[in-house]
């Protein structure tokens, strides 16, 4: 997708069909949430966070349990016939608590910084450091749950789509494209987001079931801590997200021609 707004993302206003689409998957992501199996595989953080990756199955289209994609959606982020199946991501009361494995400077980020991060750069290794292992066209988040504003919001820092994009190129530029995965960027990365959490603005995106955003696939976003005040039903807050993966050569999609 081009011409991205300067924030780095697009909020959709409640539209009647993208609230249909939503109780669709809301329907369909109360059965995988209470799947024993589903529940061994993804409920993390003290039973805190169902992590959910591709759990849930919608289609290649988007489109779920007979309801498609709204077309308020495709017409800004095309029609797709290569969707994974949706993430279905669930935050309960007490968010965060430390995941599997996370160290206590990972569970202190994950608490002070919201777990910010780049989809596609992932960590690997003993001592773990990061690798841009995907590339993404885009991330459409859809809510399915009603819940009030403090209860895990979406998070994102302004802008930092533009610092990101341009600290990867500097770093990848002169690799083939193939290589790419295997060039370890984590000094890089981490010091792009010391300067981003300065630098750019934090914006919590609450948004509700019939509302949706869509990220720039550099922009650093993360989970916000469940707020003690806040409120939502037995079922937490539940989103739904897309991210494919992007069809154009490492180059352009990295802004280098």
């Known amino acids: 997708m081009r011409n991205w707004p300067d924030c780095g993302y697009i909020r959709f206003p409640w539209h009647a069909d993208i609230y249909a689409w939503a109780q669709s998957a809301r329907n369909v992501g109360l059965n995988v949430a209470k799947d024993p199996d589903m529940i061994r595989q993804w409920l993390q953080c003290d039973g805190t966070w169902f992590v959910g990756v591709d759990a849930l199955p919608s289609a290649p289209d988007g489109s779920i349990g007979g309801t498609a994609l709204p077309k308020v959606l495709t017409d800004v982020i095309g029609r797709r016939a290569d969707l994974h199946p949706a993430q279905l991501s669930i ?34 290794g003993t001592p773990k450091r990061r690798y841009l292992r995907e590339r993404h066209d885009w991330i459409l988040g859809l809510p399915l749950t009603e819940t009030s504003p403090g209860a895990s919001p979406l998070v994102v820092w302004e802008g930092s789509h533009h610092i990101l994009q341009n600290v990867l190129r500097d770093a990848l530029q002169d690799t083939p494209q193939m290589q790419w995965a295997e060039i370890d960027i984590t000094d890089v990365y981490v010091q792009a987001r010391k300067t981003l959490f300065t630098s750019c603005k934090r914006v919590p995106l609450f948004t509700r079931p019939g509302e949706a955003v869509l990220l720039n696939p550099f922009l650093l976003h993360g989970v916000a801590p469940w707020q003690a005040s806040a409120h939502a039903s037995r079922h937490g807050r539940m989103v739904a997200y897309f991210r494919p993966e992007s069809p154009e050569s490492g180059p352009v999609w990295m802004g280098q021609k």
């Open 91 to 124: 935050t309960y009361p007490g968010y965060p608590r430390p995941r599997d494995g996370e160290n206590d400077a990972a569970f202190r980020y994950r608490r002070n910084r919201d777990a910010a991060h780049m989809d596609g750069v992932l960590a690997d």
